[in-house]
């Protein structure tokens, strides 16, 4: 990792809270992100906690209903315009949940579709991206990414792809999830109908047409590891990928972070991880990333 991620301590308190409530704000929320290298703006799509994915790890808590069901345009625009300012004006610095990385929340690393559920669900991801996209631009944003955080199923939707095209021409960057090699593995991590046949179509096709970053979680299922053979097949799709074409800028593993659903679905230790990644790399010749 570079010596900014570095800085980046996993202790700091804002690094382990990602809440996506912030003030009186209803679609936007600042983090501390790592993954990001700093201050990350995410847009949450899908505050009605709709999700097509049910991961065992997964930090939405679904037993309380989510705020809003639909997403005001206008109300998005407005809340990222005014906390693009707040940051680069300082007050977010001044935020006792930002106070410890002050030299951190001035720089807006990305801005990124993510939230408490699955972005591309929403009926207009390309109107929101335009929008977000729009916002960038105006308020001078040259550097900062654009970032779909997503789980790769809807990627294969037009309106999806419409907003993928544009968010390409803002410095746009997918980050798609792959947490299992095999059938099985997938859904018993990811509890979910969706064919894992889709997931891996989609994310070629992706990564056909522009750079994309896998964000894998590695975790503990009832104190057991990730088996090798899982991890083998699991490198193999990410081989796959790039035999056909696919490029693949880098790959984020990370371990569960904060509370989960199910007791049984638990972090790695730092060492774990660390030769998961050595592994995922060494059998893959891609960059990769641990994120403890």
Excluded at 75 to 92: P, T
Excluded at 186 to 204: D, G, P, Q, Y
Excluded at 278 to 284: A, H, V
């Amino acid at each position: 990792m570079s010596g900014e991620t570095l800085q980046i301590k996993n202790t700091f308190a804002t690094v382990q809270d990602h809440s996506r409530q912030f003030s009186d704000f209803t679609f936007v929320y600042p983090v501390i992100s790592r993954r990001s290298r700093g201050l990350s703006i995410g847009v949450n799509l899908n505050p009605d906690k709709i999700c097509n994915f049910d991961c065992i790890y997964c930090e939405v808590d679904r037993r309380l209903p989510g705020k809003v069901s639909q997403v005001d345009l206008k109300q998005m625009r407005d809340e990222l315009v005014a906390m693009i300012r707040f940051a680069r004006d300082g007050g977010l610095a001044k935020e006792p949940k930002f106070n410890e990385v002050p030299w951190l929340t001035r720089d807006v690393k990305d801005i990124a579709f993510s939230g408490d559920g699955e972005p591309t669900m929403i009926h207009n991801f390309a109107e929101c991206a335009q929008v977000v996209a729009e916002v960038k631009q105006q308020e001078g944003l040259a550097a900062t990414k654009l970032v779909l955080i997503t789980d790769a199923a809807g990627l294969d939707k037009a309106d999806v792809k419409r907003g993928l095209a544009i968010m390409d021409a803002h410095q746009g960057e997918v980050w798609a999830k792959l947490d299992a090699g095999t059938e099985a593995y997938f859904r018993l991590v990811n509890r979910t109908s969706i064919k894992f046949e889709r997931i891996l179509k989609n994310l070629l096709e992706t990564a056909l047409a522009r750079p994309i970053v896998i964000q894998s979680l590695f975790l503990k299922v009832h104190g057991e590891a990730m088996p090798a053979a899982e991890l083998d097949a699991y490198c193999q799709r990410l081989n796959d990928i790039v035999r056909a074409g696919g490029r693949i800028k880098e790959v984020h593993a990370y371990t569960v972070a904060r509370p989960t659903p199910e007791a049984f679905a638990t972090k790695l230790s730092a060492e774990e991880l660390q030769a998961i990644a050595r592994s995922i790399g060494e059998k893959t010749g891609l960059k990769v990333l641990a994120f403890e």
